[in-house]
């Protein structure tokens, strides 16, 4: 049984007694169908590794209805404005070796599926790297270009240009071999306290989702969706500066966005979501 | 001019006599609301869309006056009654004076 099982009993149970606790809410029923034809998978069996949750959800099934429409149409999902200026500068020469993304890569269709497997194991740097090393890898060594902001507007706008064409692929990063070791580290850092409140990624996504924390309710913490399109700042953002944010909150002192530390926690959690479809760019609040 | 704008529309091709049609617009733009102001403490001046019209063959679908409280990237999403084949036009006003225009033929069988 889920620890999360047990909490919607201890609370049906505190709500019989008339203690008032407010019900444990979500995820909803609904179904996600983008464009009419893309289905998306938003539940799936937990991965084996997962030892303390049955079922995987995406975070798209704990927003509201209105939220959760914009994302089913292209036409009203807001971060395809920002796909559109990925598009261009995906043709666009750039550096001292006269290269476009498109000089090597031809259409973005042909890095359907990359993804769905990052983070990834490079086996020429010995090192796990997430879709932003490699982008800015090839905007240095490939095209001599200078490289991007981590989880600048330029990088997460080409982040979302090469998910959108993987979209209701699932999620399947590998775990074992050479990244075995980075996926381990990673799992440490999930279940680690950090800060003045001394939360763990655990406590809140693990230990609470459905449940309010103030106004927001709380996903499982999945990131198949990113990059995100939020209605709070009107603009995609990136895993990393979404794991500062979170650390933030806990009033601790955060890692550095493209660091090691959230490259294997990148890993790990995405290794929780294996099975969810790719959704980014998606909508949330 | 305000960089990087740039309209959409999306209207269907075809549609029965007479039927009501959903249409949905979209303008990148910044809408700069004139309340800011930059790290050095200057205002921002306001730079917005003020206005957006529909017309369908020269008749008037909707009219909307835009204020500066209206966020980045203005959508409207609005229904209308297609009598016969013809031709919407979308016209978006911006406060530096430049004018966005975009047309969507619609074929009535």
Redesign the interface.
């Known amino acids: 049984m889920s620890y999360n099982k047990k909490l919607t009993i201890g609370l049906a149970c505190a709500s019989a007694l008339g203690f008032g606790v407010a019900a444990w809410a979500g995820p909803d029923e609904d179904n996600l169908v983008i464009n009419g034809e893309i289905e998306i998978v938003t539940e799936a069996a937990a991965p084996e590794h997962m030892e303390y949750v049955d079922t995987i959800y995406s975070g798209w099934r704990f927003r509201s209805d209105e939220t959760q429409a914009v994302q089913a149409d292209d036409f009203d999902n807001p971060s395809m404005i920002f796909v559109e200026t990925a598009m261009e500068v995906w043709d666009t020469v750039e550096g001292t070796e006269g290269k476009s993304c498109s000089s090597c890569h031809n259409d973005v269709e042909s890095l359907r599926g990359v993804r769905a497997v990052y983070p990834k194991w490079n086996e020429k740097a010995g090192e796990v790297r997430t879709l932003e090393h490699q982008i800015n890898d090839c905007r240095e060594n490939q095209m001599g270009a200078e490289k991007w902001k981590y989880t600048g507007g330029d990088m997460v706008n080409m982040v979302s240009l090469i998910s959108m064409v993987s979209r209701g692929m699932p999620m399947n990063v590998a775990i074992d071999g050479p990244a075995q070791s980075t996926w381990e580290q990673g799992k440490e850092l999930y279940y680690t306290r950090f800060g003045q409140l001394e939360l763990s990624c655990a406590n809140c996504h693990e230990d609470n989702y459905g449940n309010m924390i103030r106004a927001d309710h709380l996903s499982q913490g999945q990131i198949n969706g990113f990059p995100t399109y939020r209605l709070k700042n009107t603009k995609l953002n990136s895993v990393h500066a979404r794991f500062k944010g979170c650390v933030r909150d806990t009033r601790a002192h955060t890692f550095k966005p493209g660091g090691p530390e959230f490259t294997a926690l990148e890993l790990y959690v995405a290794s929780r979501g294996n099975g969810l479809s790719v959704e980014g760019p998606s909508v949330r609040n | 001019m305000a960089s ?1 704008v ?1 309209p ?1 529309v ?1 209207v269907p091709k075809s549609a029965a006599a007479g039927e009501t049609i959903t249409i ?1 617009t ?1 303008i ?1 733009h910044k809408m700069e609301s004139g309340q800011r102001k930059d790290d050095d403490g200057n205002p921002i001046p306001r730079s917005i869309i003020n206005r957006f019209t529909c017309d369908f063959n020269g008749e008037n679908v909707i009219d909307i006056t835009l204020e500066p409280a209206i ?3 203005p ?1 409207f999403q609005f229904d209308s009654v297609v009598p016969e084949s013809g031709e919407f036009t979308f016209t978006w006003y911006d406060d530096d004076g430049s004018v966005y225009e975009e047309k969507k033929a619609i074929e009535v069988s």
Do not use: C, I, M, Q
């Open positions: 990087g740039k959409r999306k949905k979209l990148s966020s980045t990237n959508y």
